[in-house]
């Protein structure tokens, strides 16, 4: 069977032959023939290429261009003239042909529509092509401006026209934002050129993947729109137009784009699902699965959770949540470990075996036999949780102001958990049922035991995780456990696949050192023919748009000392009014940011102050829309944001993000033979990593400035020529003077206004 044969293949292949001119342009195709049209600016001159034995021709000219009729007379011309067999168009291996194609959109195709060559940006993409061929794990960190998004769909959609093994691709991401780009951007956006080239036949296809809590229940749609209708109630009438929407099927079934709270989510969401529901058969959401489960889409998308829960069911024998697939790509993967952390992870809130008493009390009937033993064995779970938890609180030693503490399972916890683990046990026994109306209710009822059952095993073998408590209210807690050898758990989950796998981000290594990443998620230890590491530096002119403030004569941080803070207020003050606003500060801890936050308010008068805590995302917008601004944030506007342009002109970084001491740390300190080969292995690398996705806010596109100060004195001092090494190369200077000068030098006079 031919190989199907690509324009731009055939362009490649005349083009390094020297047989097309600048000028000339492919108008036709036939067989093992082309005809190429150039206008001389008086006539149209034709000339034919024999791609088998790379000869041209020249045939014809015209006062005009050819029209339908001309077209066919111009390939029966060429045809005739033929001396070879159009068998064997191209004896070119499919590897390579994949590369000059790839080569070409990113040198010819893109520019013609507006996107500029980017030599890092086309070598990335071949790279992450290269890794694909190879099925290897590649690792591919790409500075901000590189354009890696790009890269990896344009990789992938060319590997998958010249491989045989055409299967969907996931792409896993941390953030709805980069969700929505892809899907409302980047795919239409290179669907609709490579279309346009007849690089491909139909449109890059997608769908959107998340959990069931995400999507609208048919049936619980249908009781809710009832029980509210029959409130008859003006100010519901909102809330129902949605509900009849999503009733009629007017409405997506996704909704997250519908304006319902959360509450209003919960009550609707097919999280719920059973198989015996009445409207299974015309189900909405089981059809969307259906379809998504197919290969009828290029690619699934996804976020890291969802991907993982998938790797976790197959592990236990449930069916996958995606098809087939050929190729996942890890998009945002520096978040990849924390999405770990959550869904391999254990957490047991002290009120879940409560909960799950009530409920059970709910459903029990009064003619119910075994009514008065289920009430016995509740009574027993309450009193063996209030114990337990009662112990885990004295293991911990609770007694000072933190909310995290590192706890070991005693004699007392044990007693409690295996009394707790009985009782699930006989209760889930007596629950079980065959009557068709009590099946669904109880079902859940028992499949709740189960899980709490799992959660208390983890507990009581508890040799093999890291346990700690944490404090979530006067009289709440939850204890987490997190497996101990998790890096061997992902390596056999997920990189022992033989699938090629991409893993992108900004932040994967130190100064092009990747061992801590591939340590911490288990990726060292797979075959070291399989790993690829790439790094490729930000497009952005560093050396001429930034400039690195490190203050020599700042105090050593400390949180007691009332100097210490006055000193960074002061300095912070100096920079703001030195930048006429434009500020981004990033703290380390909320405490410290609410302190500065109320001293800047009584000390900066001619700019806005603005305040990230906790659910105040609306403060970025408002930071937007000043002008001229300050915001004070907290580590989660480090990463994720976008503030291109003036709006932001000075990124300053009170304290260097070390991570904050918690039990993982704990345990990952044991590991070590000494303290020093902890801190330079996992605590320095941990805070380096977090240092450049902060920076990585400052500068956002290819015209902006910014001037970077870190004003903590280890930064100047010990850490200084590890933090120089990881970021991106700039001016570095102690002198304070020196940032008035460049703020002054970069600026327009509109900035100052």
């Not at 342009?25 to 150039?38: F, G, K, Q, S």
């Not at 909405?284 to 379809?291: A, G, L, P, S």
């Amino acid at each position: 069977m031919n190989q199907p044969v690509y324009r731009a293949d055939i362009q490649n292949k005349i083009y390094e032959a020297g047989l097309i001119r600048q000028e000339e342009r492919i108008v036709l195709t036939a067989e093992n023939c082309v005809l190429l049209e150039y206008y001389t600016g008086k006539t149209y001159s034709y000339r034919m290429v024999e791609l088998t034995t790379l000869k041209a021709k020249r045939l014809f000219s015209k006062a005009a261009p050819l029209n339908e009729s001309g077209y066919q007379k111009a390939m029966d011309k060429m045809l005739s003239q033929a001396v070879s067999e159009p068998e064997s168009t191209f004896s070119i291996k499919p590897a390579v042909r994949a590369r000059n194609l790839l080569e070409y959109i990113f040198s010819n195709i893109l520019p013609e529509h507006g996107m500029d060559f980017r030599e890092n940006q086309a070598a990335l993409a071949l790279e992450m092509l290269e890794s694909l061929q190879g099925n290897r794990l590649a690792l591919c960190e790409a500075e901000v401006g590189t354009g890696k998004t790009h890269a990896y769909i344009l990789a992938v959609t060319v590997h998958n026209l010249f491989s045989a093994n055409k299967l969907p691709t996931i792409i896993s991401t941390s953030t709805i934002a980069l969700q929505k780009a892809l899907t409302e951007e980047y795919i239409p956006q290179i669907s609709d050129i490579l279309m346009e080239h007849r690089i491909i036949d139909k449109p890059l296809s997608f769908v959107v993947r998340k959990g069931k809590s995400h999507y609208a229940c048919d049936s619980r749609v249908k009781g809710y729109r009832s029980s509210i209708a029959h409130n008859d109630r003006h100010e519901d009438e909102e809330l129902l137009s949605v509900l009849t929407g999503l009733f009629t099927g007017a409405c997506p079934l996704d909704l997250d784009k519908l304006p319902l709270t959360d509450y209003v989510k919960s009550c609707i969401n097919v999280e719920r699902c059973h198989l015996n529901c009445h409207l299974s058969s015309v189900c909405r959401y089981r059809d969307f699965i259906r379809k998504a489960q197919s290969l009828g889409y290029d690619f699934q998308i996804a976020n890291h959770n969802l991907v993982l829960a998938d790797v976790l069911g197959r592990k236990n024998g449930r069916r996958s949540l995606f098809p087939p697939r050929g190729v996942v790509i890890f998009d945002e993967a520096h978040k990849l470990l924390d999405a770990a952390r959550q869904m391999y992870g254990m957490t047991l809130e002290n009120v879940e075996l409560e909960r799950l008493v009530a409920s059970i009390y709910h459903a029990i009937g009064a003619g119910n036999p075994d009514k008065s033993e289920i009430v016995r064995l509740c009574e027993t779970m309450q009193e063996q949780n209030v114990l337990l938890f009662e112990a885990l609180r004295y293991a911990a030693g609770i007694g000072y102001d933190k909310n995290c503490y590192a706890v070991q399972i005693d004699l007392n916890c044990i007693r409690a958990l295996k009394a707790l683990m009985a009782v699930l046990r006989r209760l889930s026994v007596l629950f079980y049922t065959t009557s068709r109306e009590k099946r669904e209710r109880y079902d859940r009822l028992v499949n709740r035991m189960e899980q709490q059952e799992v959660k208390l095993s983890i507990l009581f073998h508890h040799a093999s995780s890291i346990l700690w408590l944490e404090m979530t209210g006067a009289m709440a807690c939850r204890v987490c456990a997190l497996p101990k050898q998790l890096d061997y758990l992902l390596s056999e989950d997920i990189w022992q696949e033989e699938i090629p796998y991409i893993l992108t981000s900004g932040t994967l290594s130190v100064g092009g050192d990747f061992s801590h990443f591939k340590r911490n998620s288990g990726i060292i230890l797979a075959e070291k023919r399989r790993i690829f590491e790439t790094s490729k530096a930000s497009p952005f002119d560093y050396p001429n748009h930034a400039l690195l403030y490190l203050p020599q004569d700042m105090p050593t941080p400390s949180d007691k000392d009332s100097g210490y803070f006055q000193e960074v207020v002061n300095r912070l003050v100096e920079l703001i009014e030195a930048t006429h606003g434009h500020t981004l500060i990033l703290f380390t801890s909320y405490r410290m940011m609410e302190q500065a936050y109320d001293e800047l308010c009584g000390r900066i008068t001619s700019f806005p102050i603005f305040r990230m805590g906790k659910g105040r995302l609306d403060a970025i917008d408002a930071f937007r829309k000043s002008g001229n601004g300050v915001l004070c944030a907290s580590d989660s506007a480090g990463e994720g944001i976008d503030l291109a342009g003036d709006i932001l002109s000075s990124l300053i970084v009170v304290k260097l993000p070390f991570p904050a001491p918690d039990p993982v740390l704990e345990y990952e300190k044991t590991l070590y033979p000494d303290f020093y080969g902890y801190l330079n292995e996992v605590i320095v690398p941990g805070m380096l990593i977090k240092l450049r996705q902060w920076f990585g806010r400052g500068i956002r596109r290819e015209t902006d400035t910014c001037v970077f100060s870190v004003l903590d004195s280890r930064a100047s001092r010990r850490y200084r020529n590890d933090i120089l090494a990881a970021l991106p190369d700039m001016p570095v200077t102690h002198q304070f003077s020196d940032v008035n000068r460049f703020i002054a030098a970069k600026k327009s006079g509109a900035y100052f206004k």
